[in-house]
């Protein structure tokens, strides 16, 4: 099974904004007691390639990827330490190519018909919608689903666990994204514990839209 097929079946992929690279490993153990096995950490912090490299390294059950990807520059840095994917919030084509050409699983941010047509006809077909709050939620993904067809989206921005059924429930999501599981403040204060229950309470969440 590929990446994208895995990830498609977990259905989430928290956003993760490390301060302290200390944490990243408590951190990547907490989702993983709470049944999620893939993690953006995003490159929004100076330790972000530090705190991939020490997931990768000690908790290798998790699928841990870089976020907030926005040059080229950085996509090699965050591949180097370790990352297994790579997330843009928008559509970045010198990122794009390099994915391609290494065969690392790329989702580019698009949320324009043109900003889809490009990652299509780089041969994309699951595309992060960011910040999906704004740009019109579900509503606005299933008109640009009817019209891109082979396309599914990675919906994050406003996403949390009172309305993530919104989006899980439609066959044109791959999984839902965002920071609610492990924001920063939870993993500053170590409430690992608290992460581990929001995890557990999405996954539930996830499953009972699925299986019902
Ligand atoms: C992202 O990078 O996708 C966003 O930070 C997620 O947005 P959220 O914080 O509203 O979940």
Redesign the pocket.
Known sequence: MDFFDKAERAGIIP?V?IDDASDAVDTARALLAGGISFM?I?LRTACAPEAIRLVKENVPEMTVGA??VLSLKAARTAIEAGASFI?S?GFVPEVADYCVTTSIPYIPGCVTPTEIIAAINKGFDVV?F??A?VYGGIKAIKELASVFRSIKFLP?????GDNLEDYIKEPYIAAI????VC?AKLIASNNFEEITARAKDAVGKIRAVREG
């Open positions: 956003v904004v953006e995003t976020g907030t997330v919030p992060k960011f910040p709050s994050t921005g406003g996403i949390n994204g965002g920071s609610w924001p």
